[in-house]
């Protein structure tokens, strides 16, 4: 299960930070690492703060945006410290931890950070099915990138050793590159439609709430099936 967990850094500035976590990642038997756009990588200094994680750095897979990072994950999650829409389910690293335990054998699960900077910007939260938070003092909440990756591993890493029941489900999880391609479906057909969006909004909330849902692949082509019903009937009628 554990080369299923891709930890993905989102533009890691740093590339100390990013030995930093390859060490986190080998401590707990993590080796599937993804880099969307780092300022600086290869270098002396990641390798210099992996510690004998060379490994981990020498895999590593350097992409151009997030959406190919975890284009063949299942259950994306992100994670955050600073405040966000109260819409959002947020929980903790133990909690993650569990649920990843539960989730059916062959899923993919991604854990993404955010740059050192700034953390998740607003459009990699489409992609979330969760946000995780890490408790901390509030006056003073900000971790380093490889503190936060050893905390969640740490987690995955205790959670995977009791004995637990599993989630079977009738086909995989659909994948995220599938899911991307039901909500461009869904906002082809909302605006075919004439769909009000009045807060401007509304494709964010829909994503949310389908995100939470986490759509096997056959719910998925029930749900894309139906999309393409609806327009056959407006062809039709015109």
Same mark, same amino acid.
Request: hydrophobic fraction near 40%.
């Given at each position: 299960? #554990? ?12 590339? !100390? /930070? ?5 060490? $986190?990642?080998?401590?707990? #038997?993590? +080796? ?7 300022? /600086? ?9 992996? %510690? !004998? %994680? ?5 895999? $590593? ?7 190919? %990072? ?6 994306? *999650? ?6 966000? +829409?109260? =819409? ?16 059916? *054998? ?12 700034? !953390? ?5 939260? /489409? ?12 006056? =003073?909440?900000?971790?380093?990138? !490889? ?5 969640? %591993? =740490? ?11 599993? #989630? ?5 999880? *659909? ?7 039901? =909500?461009?479906?869904l906002q082809q057909v909302l605006t075919e439609i004439d769909f009000p969006d009045r807060t401007g909004h509304l494709m964010e909330r829909v994503r949310r709430l389908f995100n939470r849902a986490q759509l096997d692949s056959n719910e998925l082509n029930i749900l894309r099936g139906v999309l393409s019903a609806v327009q056959g009937r407006r062809g039709q009628a015109r």
């Open positions: 299960m #554990t080369q299923l967990v891709r930890i993905v850094l989102i533009d890691p500035s740093h590339p !100390g /930070n990013i030995g930093s976590v390859a060490r $986190a990642m080998k401590n707990m #038997t993590l +080796s599937d690492l993804v880099l969307v756009r780092p300022r /600086n990588f290869p270098h002396a200094d990641s390798i210099a703060l992996a %510690a !004998g %994680a060379d490994d981990i750095l020498a895999a $590593a897979r350097v992409v151009e945006s997030v959406a190919e %990072a975890i284009a063949d994950c299942a259950y994306i *999650a992100g994670t955050t410290s600073r405040p966000r +829409s109260y =819409y959002w389910e947020f929980t903790t690293p133990r909690d993650i931890a569990e649920r990843m335990v539960t989730l059916p *054998a062959d899923t993919r699960v991604a854990l993404l950070f955010g740059s050192e900077r700034y !953390g998740l910007a607003n459009e990699d939260l /489409n992609y979330c099915n969760v946000l995780v938070r890490i408790p901390a003092n509030p006056e =003073y909440c900000s971790l380093n990138l !490889g503190m936060s990756v050893q905390l969640l %591993a =740490y987690e995955y890493f205790m959670a995977r050793e009791q004995p637990r029941s599993h #989630t079977q489900l009738e086909r995989p999880l *659909a994948t995220s590159v599938d899911i991307e391609y039901f =909500y461009t479906h």
